[in-house]
C-alpha cells in the first residue's frame, strides 16, 4: 500500500492551514513512521478512510488484535491527546475499545467497528438514555479536556473577526447566530459540568448486535445537554426536517431528566459552533457560506421547538 495514499487532501489542506511548521516533517516522515507502526502491532492494512479531515484511518487485521482501525493524528494536533483520553476515561461503555496508543506517530488502535447501514437510526436514538444515566461530573480541577464555553468563545470570535474582514454579503447571516450563541451560553453558566464525548452524531455511533460503539469523541467539559446537540445538528445538516419531524426526533432522543427548552439551546449553540468551525477546517468557501444558514436554521428550530404547547400540543409545523 502507498502509505501517502491513506492522507486525504482534506487532511492535508487542515494541516497545512493549522500547523504550518511541522506538517511538512509529518507528511515526510509519515511512510516510515506508519511501516514501523504496521511492524509493532503485526498490522496489515486493507484500505483506508478517504474522507478523513484531521489525521488518517487505515483499517486491516492484526496477528494479535484481530480486526482492527488504525487511526493517526499528528502528534502535533492537541486532539490526539483528548481523544486518547476520552477512550480512556469518558465513563460510556459504549466507547470503543483503545487497545493501545503510538505518541511518537499520534496512533491510535481501535477495535475495528463496521460501518452499518446509516438508515439505522433507532439504536443511535435509544442510546442517549444510556449515555445520561452513565454520566460524570468533572471535578472542579478537571484540565484534561477542554471546558466547552472557552473552545465556543475563541472558534466564534474567529468567526466573527473573518466575517468583518471579508465584508462578504454572503457571511453576514453568522453573526446574528454567533451573539445568540454567545448569550445563551451565559444561561448556561452555573450548570453542573460533566465529562462528555462531545461529538455523538450518527457517523460516530456505529451500531453492532442493536446497540451502538462510540469512535471518534473530541471530548469537552460541559454542561450535559451539548451531549445531545450533535446528534440533533447532523440530523438537520442536509436533510431539511419539518419542525413536526425535528419535534419527533427531539422528543426520542432526549432523556426524561434533561429540559428540553435547555437542550434545545444547546443544540443552537453547538450548531452554531460547527458553522463557525468552517473558518478554521479548510473548507471551500461554499462550504463556509452552507454554515452560516445551518446555524440560522438551527436556532429557528430552536425558537419553534421551545415554545410553550397550546390546548395539551405543541404548535409545530
Not at 182 to 211: C, K, P, Q, W
Request: hydrophobic residues 40%; glycine residues 6%.
Amino acid at each position: 500500500m502507498a502509505y501517502h495514499s491513506c492522507i486525504s487532501d482534506n487532511t492535508v489542506s487542515y494541516l497545512t492551514q493549522q500547523f504550518p511548521a511541522e506538517t511538512p516533517v509529518w507528511l515526510a516522515t509519515f511512510p516510515g513512521e506508519l511501516k514501523r507502526i504496521c511492524e509493532k502491532w503485526a498490522f496489515t492494512p486493507e484500505g483506508h478512510e478517504p474522507c478523513s479531515r484531521f489525521g488518517a484511518i487505515l483499517y486491516g487485521a492484526s496477528a494479535r488484535y484481530g480486526r482492527v482501525a488504525v487511526k493517526v493524528v499528528p502528534w502535533f494536533s492537541p486532539r490526539l491527546k483528548t481523544e486518547v483520553f476520552c477512550y480512556r476515561h469518558l465513563p460510556y461503555r459504549e466507547m470503543c475499545p483503545l487497545y493501545d496508543v503510538d505518541e511518537k506517530l499520534g496512533a491510535m488502535l481501535l477495535r475495528y467497528v463496521p460501518a452499518a447501514n446509516s438508515a439505522d437510526h433507532a439504536p443511535r436514538e435509544r442510546v442517549f438514555r444510556s449515555l445520561y444515566e452513565q454520566r460524570r461530573p468533572a471535578a472542579p480541577d478537571e484540565t484534561a479536556l477542554p471546558r466547552y464555553e472557552d473552545v465556543l468563545g475563541d472558534v466564534l470570535s474567529n468567526a466573527r473577526a473573518a466575517v468583518t474582514a471579508k465584508n462578504d454579503a454572503r457571511l453576514m447571516p453568522f453573526l446574528p447566530s454567533i451573539e445568540r450563541a454567545l448569550n445563551a451560553m451565559e444561561t448556561f453558566r452555573d450548570s453542573e459540568r460533566y465529562l462528555i464525548h462531545g461529538d455523538a452524531h450518527e457517523y460516530n455511533m456505529l451500531v453492532e448486535d442493536g446497540g451502538c460503539v462510540l469512535i471518534d469523541p473530541l471530548g469537552y467539559v460541559a454542561p450535559i445537554e451539548f451531549e445531545f446537540a450533535r446528534y440533533l445538528g447532523t440530523a438537520m445538516k442536509k436533510h431539511p426536517l419539518s419542525n413536526a419531524e425535528m419535534d419527533a426526533l427531539v422528543s426520542r432522543i432526549l432523556p426524561g431528566g434533561v429540559d428540553r427548552a435547555r437542550a434545545l439551546s444547546a443544540f443552537a449553540i453547538d450548531t452554531t459552533l460547527r458553522g463557525c468551525n468552517t473558518f478554521i477546517e479548510g473548507n471551500t468557501c461554499e462550504e463556509i457560506v452552507f454554515g452560516g444558514s445551518w446555524a440560522t436554521r438551527a436556532w429557528n428550530y430552536a425558537d419553534a421547538l421551545s415554545q410553550p404547547a397550546k390546548e395539551g400540543k405543541r404548535h409545530v409545523s
